[in-house]
């Protein structure tokens, strides 16, 4: 049992961190308040080779793990990127893995190398408005026509779909059969053709840098070879991303918590009340030194699940786990680095208002709470589906 990362997961932190330095905390206040993606550091770290870290090296990749992409993950976010810059990345890292794993190898030679240099942005879509995490009853229509499929639909919550050139899109080839409920869907990636896809921006909490959107679509035509896979197999194959995802959300929420962290016992340290610093009273050093311990074990939950995972072990309530107390851990640093700063708390100028306002949606995105410990309750735990 070996807890040390390796010389060459170091040299990708300090790589990492190198290029998030190009990015200040001013930088990211001025995305937050006016929003507008951040090509730029979408840009650097496309430069820098970054975007395609757990693609396959043949395809210009670096075909490293999704531990290696979850250190790099957790080092943006931890740089006071948070998840404004993690979430400008994080679907290069793990959005194509279906194709990686499914695609042929035409599709993995077209798709693939334009993601990684850059040159492509790409979104996901698979939820919808009134079906939410309920993947199987998607309503999103693909009807084949000849050499097409003519899609008509909605998909919400879809981000960065105001930049995106192709959309990963999951929708319905046919009715839904009780006796099969995961068949019936197939898996797309195709261009997002505006003229039949209006995309309409949702105003949010937090991260406003990174769009989130509503999708409408009508009349979108797919060639049949933008088609993964066999038709009506598409749930099974965008299960490969998600464990990945839930992993890289979980490195991200402990890098989020760990800069709010810095930032509350720097500010503890100095700020004077009563002719001492804050710091010194337990009521304040206490609820510091808990967080910590929450975003280590949290890390650890992370690292395991992403180690799984590279092994080709199961990792379903491991990366769903490391997702839940990542989540909650970051979001606890969050809110303790507020009541830290006191009135200044609620100042922008403190930053850390703002990573309070995005470590929420590691908690609630891309799986609730709830969800996730009622899949380990059935599934660790042996109890009855509840769901």
């Known amino acids: 049992m070996d807890f040390a990362p390796t010389d060459d997961q170091l040299e990708i932190e300090r790589a990492v961190e190198s290029i998030c330095t190009r990015f200040d905390d001013d930088y990211w206040r001025t995305r937050d308040r006016d929003g507008g993606f951040p090509h730029d550091f979408h840009a650097a770290f496309a430069e820098a080779g970054w975007l395609g870290i757990a693609m396959p090296a043949e395809y210009g990749g670096a075909g490293l793990g999704i531990t290696e992409a979850a250190l790099m993950m957790r080092t943006i976010s931890a740089s006071g990127a948070g998840m404004s810059g993690a979430s400008a990345i994080h ?159 979980a490195a991200e929420a402990v890098g989020l918590g760990r800069v709010a962290l810095k930032r509350a016992a720097r500010y503890a340290n100095e700020r004077i009340v009563f002719d001492r610093p804050i710091g010194k009273n337990q009521g304040v050093q206490h609820p510091l030194a808990e967080r910590w311990i929450e975003l280590e074990a949290a890390d650890l939950l992370t690292m395991r699940a992403a180690w799984l995972y590279d092994q080709g072990k199961p990792c379903g309530a491991e990366a769903n786990a490391a997702k839940y107390f990542a989540g909650e851990a970051g979001f606890k640093a969050c809110e303790t680095a507020v009541l830290t700063h006191g009135g200044m708390g609620y100042s922008r100028e403190y930053h850390v208002e703002r990573y309070l306002r995005e470590a929420m949606l590691t908690r609630i995105a891309p799986i609730s709470p709830q969800l996730i410990l009622s899949f380990i309750a059935e599934k660790v735990l042996g109890q009855p589906k509840s769901y």
């Open 91 to 249: 679907m290069n890292i793990f959005g194509l893995h279906p194709v990686v794993i499914n695609g042929t190898p035409e599709q993995k030679a077209r798709w693939l190398p334009p993601l990684i240099a850059g040159t492509h942005k790409a979104c996901f879509g698979v939820t919808e408005p009134n079906t939410g995490l309920n993947t199987l009853r998607l309503k999103t229509r693909a009807v084949r026509q000849g050499d097409r499929y003519v899609v008509d639909g909605q998909k919400v919550w879809i981000s960065t779909a105001q930049v995106a050139d192709k959309i990963l899109l999951l929708a319905r080839t046919a009715d839904p059969d009780p006796k099969a409920p995961s068949r019936g869907l197939s898996l797309f990636y195709t261009d997002l053709d505006r003229s039949k896809v209006e995309v309409r921006e949702i105003d949010k909490h937090g991260r406003k840098a990174v769009d989130s959107n509503q999708l409408f679509i009508d009349g979108l035509e797919i060639p049949v070879e933008d088609r993964i896979g066999e038709e009506g197999r598409g749930f099974e194959y965008i299960l490969h991303g998600m464990n990945p995802e839930r992993v890289l959300i």
